[in-house]
């Protein structure tokens, strides 16, 4: 054996497929035993290899369970099994029995010379051995093997390799979870993008992903590691790119103050491509939690902003008082007051000019706010709030007292009045002018269009 292209192909099979060199020499042990057991071995054998990388030598041992009389089925008792259709699949096939007296658990056995001996002869080679214990012996090294034998030596490297490094992926991604990945679109299958993540290929499915948001082969991006599975075909790994901690996580990257922890982000919310709140909290005194997050001229968050595609994000600052923190939430209007009503609900009130803003497009900012805050927020205006005060408190006197003579008197006097104002300008003799004219605008537009027609139809 050649120990230099033997060492040299074991340490790049290791950086490869990222398995520990233990896992390769075992893998390759447990071949060398199969290999050994096809050529040399017996039915119901089972063989044991060591190999040494320093000297390429192979070593190989059979192995045997100590057994008493207690875990052997005994021929009544298997004819009684066979009778009672009871198969026993191969030769190691155990079966648990509990005794009626003590309730211990038995294992017993089907007896095989090749795999078994008995407590008597196990005492005479070592005398501390005991019931269920292993034993070793040494059989002789083979140098010559067959084509079946290699064969079947290769196929079981393969698989072992294969299945140490699915261990692995599913480790480290498993370790992942909650963090981002950078990642390139390879293709797209329907609903679901498939995407290389290095090592692996994971999945966005449908659900998260951005409305509006369009992928292309070859697409770099950056995506939040929403949950990993082990099935029999490797590690699944499902990517998000709509989860609200992306942005936090983003933030992280971007802000050494977030990663360092002297700024916490506590609450997120979110619509996915179009427009994102977060609330920062400063830990440190004399630390500006969204100039911070800001960044200088605005650099971290636009850089947070490109890799979103474009989604606005309103950075705000957290507060435990749950007013000032329902004003910060619906910046960018200016709340004049906020009232806590009953069932978790606030009333906030801004000027004229701030309703719309407060409110937002199609309710968008007052949505994102109630999310952020966990309140029912409901927002009205300075002047309509007191336009209700008002007619609550007319309401009141109206009920309470009655109408005078005076009052009365000069309603109907107004009442006249206002019809002839009504009748007067009902018949402007500058509009029977405007009436007359209006037709006969509209029917040389008419003749026009017909003339057009006409010329399309011909040419």
């Given at each position: 054996?050649?120990?230099?292209?033997?060492?040299?192909?074991?340490?790049?099979?290791?950086?490869?497929?990222?398995?520990?060199?233990?896992?390769?020499?075992?893998?390759?042990?447990?071949?060398?035993?199969?290999?050994?057991?096809?050529?040399?071995?017996?039915?119901?054998?089972?063989?044991?290899?060591?190999?040494?990388?320093?000297?390429?030598?192979?070593?190989?041992?059979?192995?045997?369970?100590?057994?008493?009389?207690?875990?052997?089925?005994?021929?009544?008792?298997?004819?009684?099994?066979?009778?009672?259709?009871?198969?026993?699949?191969?030769?190691?096939?155990?079966?648990?029995?509990?005794?009626?007296?003590?309730?211990?658990?038995?294992?017993?056995?089907?007896?095989?010379?090749?795999?078994?001996?008995?407590?008597?002869?196990?005492?005479?080679?070592?005398?501390?051995?005991?019931?269920?214990?292993?034993?070793?012996?040494?059989?002789?090294?083979?140098?010559?093997?067959?084509?079946?034998?290699a064969q079947t030596a290769k196929q079981v490297i393969l698989?072992?390799?294969?299945?140490?490094?699915?261990?692995?992926?599913?480790?480290?991604?498993?370790?992942?979870?909650?963090?981002?990945?950078?990642?390139?679109?390879?293709?797209?299958?329907?609903?679901?993008?498939?995407?290389?993540?290095?090592?692996?290929?994971?999945?966005?499915?449908?659900?998260?992903?951005?409305?509006?948001?369009?992928?292309?082969?070859?697409?770099?991006?950056?995506?939040?590691?929403?949950?990993?599975?082990?099935?029999?075909?490797?590690?699944?790994?499902?990517?998000?790119?709509?989860?609200?901690?992306?942005?936090?996580?983003?933030?992280?990257?971007?802000?050494?103050?977030?990663?360092?922890?002297?700024?916490?982000?506590?609450?997120?919310?979110?619509?996915?491509?179009?427009?994102?709140?977060?609330?920062?909290?400063?830990?440190?005194?004399?630390?500006?939690?969204?100039?911070?997050?800001?960044?200088?001229?605005?650099?971290?968050?636009?850089?947070?902003?490109?890799?979103?595609?474009?989604?606005?994000?309103?950075?705000?600052?957290?507060?435990?008082?749950?007013?000032?923190?329902?004003?910060?939430?619906?910046?960018?209007?200016?709340?004049?007051?906020?009232?806590?009503?009953?069932?978790?609900?606030?009333?906030?009130?801004?000027?004229?000019?701030?309703?719309?803003?407060?409110?937002?497009?199609?309710?968008?900012?007052?949505?994102?706010?109630?999310?952020?805050?966990?309140?029912?927020?409901?927002?009205?205006?300075?002047?309509?709030?007191?336009?209700?005060?008002?007619?609550?408190?007319?309401?009141?006197?109206?009920?309470?007292?009655?109408?005078?003579?005076?009052?009365?008197?000069?309603?109907?006097?107004?009442?006249?009045?206002?019809?002839?104002?009504?009748?007067?300008?009902?018949?402007?003799?500058?509009?029977?002018?405007?009436?007359?004219?209006?037709?006969?605008?509209n029917k040389e537009k008419k003749k026009q269009k017909k003339?057009?027609?006409?010329?399309?139809?011909?040419?």
């Amino acid at each position: 054996m050649d120990l230099k292209n033997f060492a040299s192909a074991i340490s790049q099979i290791c950086e490869e497929k990222g398995i520990s060199r233990e896992k390769v020499i075992e893998s390759i042990e447990t071949a060398l035993a199969a290999a050994y057991k096809k050529d040399y071995g017996e039915k119901g054998q089972m063989v044991k290899a060591k190999l040494s990388p320093e000297t390429g030598e192979a070593k190989f041992w059979q192995v045997k369970t100590a057994v008493d009389g207690s875990m052997i089925y005994s021929e009544e008792e298997l004819e009684a099994l066979k009778e009672k259709k009871v198969s026993l699949a191969g030769e190691g096939l155990e079966k648990k029995t509990e005794e009626e007296g003590g309730g211990e658990e038995i294992r017993k056995v089907r007896f095989n010379q090749e795999r078994h001996i008995m407590m008597e002869d196990a005492l005479k080679i070592n005398p501390k051995i005991k019931a269920g214990e292993d034993m070793e012996f040494a059989l002789v090294q083979k140098k010559d093997y067959g084509r079946i034998a290699a064969q079947t030596a290769k196929q079981v490297i393969l698989q072992k390799i294969r299945e140490a490094e699915r261990e692995t992926i599913f480790g480290e991604y498993k370790s992942k979870e909650g963090q981002i990945v950078s990642g390139v679109v390879q293709r797209i299958e329907g609903d679901n993008i498939f995407i290389d993540i290095g090592k692996t290929l994971a999945v966005l499915p449908r659900e998260e992903q951005v409305y509006g948001e369009f992928y292309k082969p070859g697409q770099r991006l950056k995506f939040y590691i929403l949950s990993v599975d082990d099935n029999p075909r490797g590690p699944a790994v499902i990517l998000s790119r709509a989860y609200p901690k992306l942005i936090s996580r983003l933030f992280e990257l971007e802000v050494p103050e977030i990663s360092a922890g002297q700024v916490v982000v506590r609450s997120i919310a979110r619509e996915p491509g179009a427009r994102s709140k977060i609330a920062v909290e400063s830990t440190e005194q004399g630390i500006d939690p969204i100039g911070s997050a800001v960044g200088q001229r605005g650099t971290r968050v636009m850089a947070v902003i490109s890799e979103l595609g474009g989604e606005k994000i309103d950075i705000i600052e957290y507060s435990e008082k749950p007013e000032e923190f329902i004003a910060n939430a619906l910046s960018p209007a200016k709340v004049v007051d906020v009232k806590l009503l009953e069932k978790n609900k606030a009333l906030c009130l801004v000027p004229d000019d701030q309703l719309s803003l407060a409110i937002g497009k199609d309710g968008q900012n007052v949505r994102l706010a109630a999310k952020l805050t966990g309140w029912k927020i409901n927002v009205k205006s300075v002047n309509e709030e007191e336009a209700e005060k008002g007619k609550e408190k007319s309401v009141e006197d109206g009920d309470s007292a009655p109408l005078s003579d005076d009052h009365t008197e000069n309603h109907t006097k107004e009442k006249p009045e206002e019809k002839k104002i009504e009748i007067k300008e009902e018949k402007p003799k500058k509009e029977k002018k405007v009436k007359k004219e209006k037709p006969k605008k509209n029917k040389e537009k008419k003749k026009q269009k017909k003339n057009q027609k006409i010329i399309t139809n011909l040419q």
